[in-house]
């Protein structure tokens, strides 16, 4: 088996894999902001409550056999369940292709998985857990570094690479939204939610002058925080940049889908894409479009 066919079956092991985790993540995303256990109780159906037996709950394949419908009520199954499953595995592939077999593979999947379920969880309830922000970037501060090292970087180097990403990225998007909350403030701006009905604007004496804004939620900082721990900082600066696109774009669709161009939306479906396509594409392609 030559190199490049070694390749392809990595790939498709890490798609299959990338199932998996995909399907794990549906938990994930809909059990941690109700506050439940993603361990206990099994899978059930949402509808009547039926625990899914195991060969019902096979990433992609079930859903196909199912005819995307639940097995004892036959209430539809949601398309996103298989299509995050799907992307998930899609983007595992796409990673066992760009970086091979080696440790920051295993990484880049975390990283990866972390990203994925922030952006549902954001579109879904306009927040991120600091499970997956602050408690990922603890652990990207001891796990990137480490992969890094055991790739001939000098450890030292690496850690301080993990942490001036991690630096740069929640300090450079915080300088954004707290110079537009206090530009706001003193134009005398009001949003929906910022500073509230009936509410006052916070003062410097108070935690929400320095991490509340308007337009930009503080999970969004924190979770840019975890992007540049892993991306480091010319990563992470990219990761603003494509994220502003991607956002504007999405941001787009969803007013036009929407038919109002007020309507709150989660920013980090569009940070976590733009982290993914900053991983995977080479630097000089990146080089290459600043000309």
């Not at 592939?93 to 998985?113: E, H, K, Q, T």
């Amino acid at each position: 088996m030559t190199a490049g066919e070694e390749l392809w079956v990595l790939a498709g092991l890490a798609f299959a894999f990338g199932l998996v985790v995909g399907s794990f993540l549906n938990v994930v995303i809909h059990r941690v902001p109700e506050g439940e256990s993603i361990v206990q109780p099994r899978s059930r159906c949402p509808q009547c409550g039926v625990s899914i037996a195991s060969w019902d709950n096979i990433p992609l394949v079930s859903y196909i056999l199912l005819r995307g419908r639940c097995r004892h009520c036959q209430v539809s199954i949601p398309l996103r369940y298989p299509l995050l499953e799907l992307g998930t595995g899609l983007v595992f592939a796409a990673i066992a292709l760009r970086f091979g077999p080696d440790p920051m593979m295993l990484v880049w999947a975390g990283f990866s998985a972390a990203l994925i379920a922030a952006a549902a969880i954001d579109f879904d309830h306009q927040f991120i857990p600091d499970g997956i922000s602050v408690g990922g970037t603890l652990v990207a501060l001891a796990v990137v570094p480490t992969a890094r090292w055991l790739l001939g970087e000098p450890a030292l180097s690496a850690w301080l690479v993990s942490l001036s990403g991690g630096l740069v990225g929640a300090g450079f998007l915080w300088t954004v939204g707290f110079a537009h909350a206090r530009v706001s403030a003193a134009m005398g701006r009001r949003f929906p939610h910022w500073p509230g009905e009936g509410e006052e604007m916070p003062t410097p004496g108070s935690l929400d002058y320095w991490t509340w804004f308007p337009g930009l939620g503080f999970g969004d900082v924190k979770l840019m925080a975890l992007i540049g721990v892993c991306l480091g900082p010319v990563g992470v600066l990219w990761t603003i940049i494509l994220a502003a696109v991607v956002g504007l774009v999405w941001g787009g669709g969803l007013a036009l889908f929407r038919g109002a161009a007020n309507m709150p939306f989660g920013f980090a479906p569009s940070i976590a894409v733009a982290a993914i396509l900053t991983m995977l594409l080479p630097p000089s392609f990146l080089s290459s479009l600043l000309g």
